[in-house]
């Protein structure tokens, strides 16, 4: 990256700063200043201490006030001093928690506006991990470099005024004698930056694998096939490999900066020696030349944290690129999403139609869905039956507008989809995947975020509970509704997965869409709850467009349309009766499941359908 984004980043973070909170920025930028006096006050305070004890000394007469005077401003500066850093110390800690909210709210917020193409693609994937593992703590450093920076700028020209009087040419040799030492460090962080990022598919994999052996629904199946000493290898190959070539990397960084860093140390060296024999000659009082040299120190010393500290921030920079990418997403579809047409709560969706709909996953040459054309009419239940793989839950993902079509149209009313502004298309929608979200929370707020509206509302989650028969099970627990969910959690309980199903589509059916989408929720039910579920969900939602995937075959005739996928493409369609009587693919699947439920030791190998 070129120094030209990198303070285009550092801009961007100077925003994020601002934004967290107005007046901690402005508290910290007036004490950060104010904390760079002291070590001014300190360099003439000394001068004058050496000097009042020399004469004293050499003119052996003992007055004690200049010495006091001195002693009592000493102290008064270090008390300020003292004072400046608690209080800067204060602000940026409370400042530290603002800027953590404010970064969680633009990702989140950023994470909102993407599409699944966004989140599935691997290196947009990546930026948002990079911004969600690093965004705050580099926010924050940059925070504190801030501070340290303003606070070395202020000693460096107080600094640098003090010896101008003594002499310009020691000023113009210290400041360019530091030119090396920023090439090198510039350098540096950009090798280390192209590391980091080379490295970060492979680490966020091991991180993956590392967080995946620790969690609690993993650990048996993991315990059981003693499985953790292979991830472990996986894990630690990567490790090794970065360690093996950390150290490559670093023994060559850290030679560069040794040989230019003993050079800056001669450079200071030589200066200060001119400074001792140039005082000598002119006969300078002692405490002048101690001056001198610790305003050489203090300005070395300054420089030098000025450099260390642009280049962190140079660093941070680069690693805040993540969350400046993913805001670039955001605008981008922020922009797309203006001017369409939003569905308000009258509008209802009459149809769905695809047209010629052939598509293939981002990245992929394959294509899962061929040439489809079907209209889901309101007031219809369809069922998609087909093998794994057939392409059932890609052909609901198009429904659902979480991908586009490469080829062919998707209308919803005789408009295409992409016409359609996607939040209010979204609540007109309602949907279980087979691997919905269990949330740790309540029972309540597990139903309840199917419509956040209703999320205190519990009339209408228990009426929704009641629907899907999570009721019984639920007014059991000791804690009904507000039993808290998923093991791994302080105090939380959990829930067989046929009951987590139950409380899926409970979630589902509280928003009151006008598209219900169920694909296999049910897998883990006993075929009669699950004739339950469907006979009920179809009688109270007459009304809209209902699609349920399921393998089974024992409740299928409560769909009207049955609609047969097989690799990609739509083979059959029509009632339960028409096709049975086509004696196609659907007839002969059905066929083989009511023979497996008659006669279960001839269980054939496909129990996929
Ligand atoms: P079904 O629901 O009928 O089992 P899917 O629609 O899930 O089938 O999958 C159809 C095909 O698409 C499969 O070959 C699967 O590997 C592929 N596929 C599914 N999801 C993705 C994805 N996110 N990226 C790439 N390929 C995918």
Not at 469 to 481: C, D, Q, R, T, V
Request: hydrophobic content about 40%; proline content about 2%.
């Amino acid at each position: 990256m070129d120094i030209k984004n990198a303070l285009k980043i550092f801009k961007h973070t100077l925003i994020i700063l601002w934004n967290s909170s107005k007046s901690s920025f402005i508290l910290l930028f007036i004490f950060s200043m104010l904390s760079g006096l002291p070590a001014i006050f300190n360099a003439y305070l000394g001068k004058q201490l050496i000097d009042t004890i020399v004469n004293i000394i050499q003119n052996r007469n003992m007055v004690i006030t200049p010495l006091i005077t001195i002693g009592v401003m000493y102290l008064a500066v270090y008390l300020i001093e003292n004072l400046i850093v608690s209080i800067t110390q204060y602000v940026n800690e409370i400042y530290s928690s603002y800027i953590n909210k404010y970064i969680s709210i633009e990702l989140l917020e950023a994470l909102n506006s993407m599409e699944m193409e966004d989140v599935e693609n691997t290196k947009i994937h990546n930026e948002l991990e990079k911004a969600n593992n690093e965004s705050t703590i580099r926010s924050m450093n940059i925070l504190n470099q801030l501070i340290q920076l303003l606070k070395n700028s202020t000693t460096l020209l107080g600094m640098i005024t003090m010896l101008l009087s003594f002499n310009i040419l020691i000023v113009i040799i210290l400041i360019f004698s530091t030119i090396p030492l920023i090439m090198l460090n510039y350098k540096n962080m950009n090798k280390l930056y192209e590391v980091y990022n080379k490295r970060f598919e492979k680490v966020r994999f091991a991180t993956y694998i590392r967080s995946l052996s620790v969690e609690t629904e993993n650990f048996k199946e993991i315990k059981i096939f003693n499985n953790l000493r292979y991830l472990k290898s996986i894990i630690l190959n990567i490790l090794n490999k970065n360690i093996r070539e950390d150290k490559r990397i670093k023994r060559v960084l850290i030679v560069k900066s040794f040989i230019i860093e003993s050079i800056d140390i001669i450079i200071s060296f030589v200066i200060k020696g001119y400074i001792i024999i140039k005082g000598i000659l002119h006969y300078n009082s002692v405490g002048k030349i101690t001056m001198n040299i610790k305003i050489v120190t203090n300005i070395k010393d300054s420089l030098g944290n000025i450099l260390s500290i642009a280049s962190s921030m140079y660093e941070d920079c680069l690693y805040l690129q993540g969350l400046n990418n993913i805001k670039q997403i955001k605008n981008k579809r922020e922009q797309q999403n203006k001017g369409k047409i939003y569905l308000g709560e009258k509008d209802t969706i009459s149809r769905i139609e695809l047209i010629n709909v052939s598509f293939k996953y981002p990245g992929s040459n394959e294509y899962v869905l061929k040439d489809i054309n079907i209209c889901f009419k309101k007031g219809v239940t369809y069922s998609l039956v087909g093998l794994n793989g057939s392409g059932k839950t890609t052909l609901v993902k198009l429904i659902l507008g979480l991908y586009a079509p490469q080829e062919g149209k998707i209308l919803i009313n005789g408009i295409e989809i992409n016409e359609y502004d996607k939040i209010s298309l979204f609540k007109k929608m309602s949907v279980v995947f087979q691997d919905y979200v269990k949330y740790p929370l309540t029972i309540r707020e597990n139903i309840g975020l199917g419509d956040i509206s209703k999320v205190n509302d519990i009339n209408s989650i228990v009426e929704s509970a009641k629907l899907t028969g999570a009721h019984k099970f639920i007014h059991k627990l000791p804690n009904e509704y507000e039993e808290t969910l998923r093991k791994g959690w302080k105090d939380n309980i959990d829930l067989s997965e046929g009951q987590w199903q139950k409380i899926a589509i409970s979630r589902a059916t509280l928003r009151k869409c006008e598209i219900l989408v169920l694909d296999e929720p049910t897998s883990s039910l006993d075929p009669e709850s699950e004739y339950e579920i469907f006979n009920t969900i179809k009688s109270f939602r007459g009304n809209g467009i209902n699609i349920l995937i399921t393998h089974r075959f024992t409740n299928i005739s409560l769909a009207d349309i049955i609609i047969v996928l097989e690799d990609g493409l739509v083979k059959e369609k029509g009632t339960h009766k028409e096709l049975l009587e086509e004696n196609g693919v659907y007839s002969k699947l059905y066929n083989i499941q009511q023979e497996m439920l008659l006669n279960p030791q001839k269980l054939v190998s496909d129990q996929s359908i």
